[in-house]
């Protein structure tokens, strides 16, 4: 009885909200939805596409779990299990200073996915070393990174777009 009620939801207004790039409301939403047990695989890719577009990429381990039956749901799986260890070698180049030059992961137009692309090919400039801050050119845009005063530490990525506006994000 209860699957014949999932199947029957109506997930058009995540789809509206998504194509209007309303990704944190998807994700949000999308996740209380993931938690009552609704995990019908397309909805699934779409919440955590909407995640990864909002910087939420922890809740994407979970996610990713349940995204084996479609050649699509398994690529998806792989994007966010990607996007998860990029983050996690960030991280640790910014605070353990480990090398990723010559570490090789699947891309992705991800901001992560290309910011671990241009470490891994050691295409940064190293503005200082304390506190460090990571230079990357990327797109004709400038990307900073750095590390906050919190604890835990978290990697703060400043993105400044062409016209000087900066946009922020931080992954721990």
Known sequence: MLAIA????????????FKAGKYEKVCKRGLIEYYRGYMEENFVSLIGVACAKSDRINVLGMLQRSQVESKD???????????????RLVYQFMIDDISLEGLKLPGSSHLLSRIFEKLSTKEYTVLSTSPKLIEIEDKGKKIILS???????KVLVDEYEKNGELKRHWYQ
């Open 6 to 17: 999932l199947e029957a939801r109506d997930i058009s207004p995540f789809i509206d909200d």
């Open 147 to 153: 590390l906050s005063d919190d604890n835990p530490v």
């Open 73 to 87: 749901a398994r690529e998806n799986a792989s994007y966010f299990s990607s996007l998860i260890l990029q983050k």
